[in-house]
Nanobody, 114 residues
Framework: QVQLVESGGGLVQAGGSLRLSCAAS????????MGWYRQGPGKQRELVAR???????NYANSVKGRFTISRDNRKNTVYLQMNSLKPEDTGVYYC????????WGQGTQVTVSS
């Protein structure tokens, strides 16, 4: 059974930082592309960042230079370091895994106050 469990969300002031973690089980973690998506209030879910099994990454333009995605294959965990947070970063952040199937975590709330 595949499980993706996010943690690290919370309330932070604009300009602050948060670090999200996603612990995976039930998959061959090192083979999978891992990603973070978010869904803001009244918005569609959007890609924030992805990291592939060769450690290449891509980011949404809105977070480039502020967010960093990384993975630890020994711990089956992917991270999202978020710096210089803005109110528009507010939303539910979801962990995503893909190899031959798509898997999603339950989401963690990030709220950035102005």
């Amino acid at each position: 059974q595949v499980q993706l469990v996010e943690s690290g969300g919370g309330l932070v002031q604009a300009g602050g930082s948060l670090r999200l973690s996603c612990a995976a089980s039930g998959i061959i973690f090192s083979f999978n592309a891992m990603g973070w998506y978010r869904q803001g209030p009244g918005k569609q879910r959007e890609l924030v960042a992805r990291i592939f099994n060769g450690d290449s990454t891509n980011y949404a333009n809105s977070v480039k230079g502020r967010f960093t995605i990384s993975r630890d294959n020994r711990k089956n965990t992917v991270y999202l370091q978020m710096n210089s947070l803005k109110p528009e970063d507010t939303g539910v952040y979801y962990c995503h895994s893909k190899l031959t199937h798509d898997y999603w975590g339950q989401g963690t709330q990030v709220t950035v106050s102005s």
